[in-house]
């Protein structure tokens, strides 16, 4: 496996100025790459498109949504026991009343088990550990030379600097894989490294 330094820039002219930095400094051309990373979600990961199989908010919603048909039936048959009981109608509308309760409870509890956990903060942060969509300028580099080239990247603008152990093959990250959480490359890991 080969060490990598990577920072993300915003535009492709900002990413290929840091790239001749590094070559300034004395990094050779098969040593740097540049590239897009597509936003959260447009990785094309399945034929449908995506990153995952299930979205992580939408964890909760079959609980929500049993929570909901239990409550949407009773509250139905209330209901439809009350229209019966007040005009005289036939018993077919309560039970009309409670499958129509259900079916809309099943709605509203699905919903409030997703709205709930993104409130709750797993749903927030499954996205705050990913990586930010931009250019990434990657560079294959030694222990003995990272912190130089994070330093470069650091001056010419990259921000989200990251440490990555990855297959490096014919001049360009083999192996990246968007949805890896990145391993920050900070001046505390500089200084005691």
Known sequence: MSLIVAARFT??????EAAQKL???GFVEE???LFFVNPR???ARYPIGGDTGTDPGAKKAPKGAGLGVTLGAVLGAVVGVAIFAAFSAPIIVSLIA???GAYVGSLVGAMAATRE?????????FHEEARDSGVLVAVHVSPDNQFDAARVLREAGGVAI??????WQQGRWADFDPLKTPEPLNEYSEKHA
């Open 117 to 125: 956990t993104g409130k709750s903060g797993h749903h927030l942060a």
């Open 98 to 100: 409670a499958g129509v």
């Open 41 to 43: 979600g447009q990785h």
């Open 31 to 33: 040593d740097v790459t």
């Open 23 to 25: 070559f300034n400094a």
């Open 11 to 16: 535009t492709f002219p900002a990413g290929e």
């Open 162 to 167: 990251e440490r990555a152990s990855g297959r």
